[in-house]
């Protein structure tokens, strides 16, 4: 079945520091990917999403690049703020084929002082 | 155009008593999915339906819990008899089709504590 694996966090940056926080996918389909963001008492937003091989997700300075090859849904920010603690999820869907909407990984915990 | 608004915010019940959470989705879409989320986990799929009806309810348990989308109304929801272990975040998502491109809308959860 479809799965998404994240890696564990909590991870603590300082203010401006570049981050990643890894993503990998199983799919039996061609998914879509996505990746949420959760602030403290809030429900999921949606960050930025990639529906092929090779497209690029974008938003508010965050990028993920979709992986076909190494499967790969990698979230980077090259220079993050306080305000980006919060918790991110990367999620796949293959709605498209009638599966299951969107599994979802454990969530990373990232936290940015300072 | 409001969003996904689900009531109430938090939700305290006794051990056997029943609850109750109800989910609007965003006006024009049909689609309404239930997630839950325990302390420290990510969001398990529970159960997706359409207006009047249910479409996957593979991650709904098998005991105490049901869900409804009535033709007119918000879903709900239900879980009878709860336990401390219901005790966690319910999330309730919508969207105006299964298209890949139309992403889900998540509201702001039921934060349920059982007693």
């Known amino acids: 079945g479809n799965s998404v694996t994240q890696m564990e966090g909590p991870v603590t940056l300082s203010e401006e520091a570049f981050l990643t926080i890894n993503c990998t996918y199983t799919a039996t389909g061609y998914p879509s990917l996505f990746w949420y963001v959760q602030y403290p008492g809030e429900g999921l937003q949606l960050l930025l999403k990639?529906?092929?091989?090779?497209d690029k997700g974008s938003n508010k300075g965050f990028e993920a690049t979709y992986r076909k090859e190494t499967t790969s849904f990698h979230l980077e920010k090259g220079s993050v703020q306080v305000s980006d603690s919060a918790v991110y999820f990367c999620a796949l869907s293959d709605r498209g084929s009638g599966n299951t909407p969107l599994v979802f990984g454990k969530g990373t915990r990232l936290s940015v002082i300072a | 155009n409001a969003g996904v608004m689900q009531n109430p915010r938090h939700l305290v019940r006794r051990r056997g008593q029943e609850a109750r959470l109800r989910c609007s989705p965003m006006?024009?879409?049909?689609?309404v999915y239930w997630y839950r989320q325990l302390p420290e986990e990510g969001l398990k799929f529970m159960v997706y339906l359409q207006k009047e009806n249910i479409i996957d309810e593979s991650g709904m348990p098998k005991e105490r819990f049901s869900a409804e989308f009535p033709k007119e109304g918000p879903s709900i929801l239900r879980i009878q008899q709860v336990v401390r272990g219901d005790s966690a975040a319910y999330f309730c998502?919508?969207?105006?089709?299964?298209?890949?491109?139309?992403?889900?809308?998540f509201g702001n959860g039921t934060r349920l504590t059982v007693t």
């Open positions: 990639a529906t092929k091989a090779d």
């Open positions: 998502a919508s969207s105006p089709s299964t298209d890949n491109n139309s992403p889900l809308h």
């Open positions: 006006k024009g879409h049909s689609h």
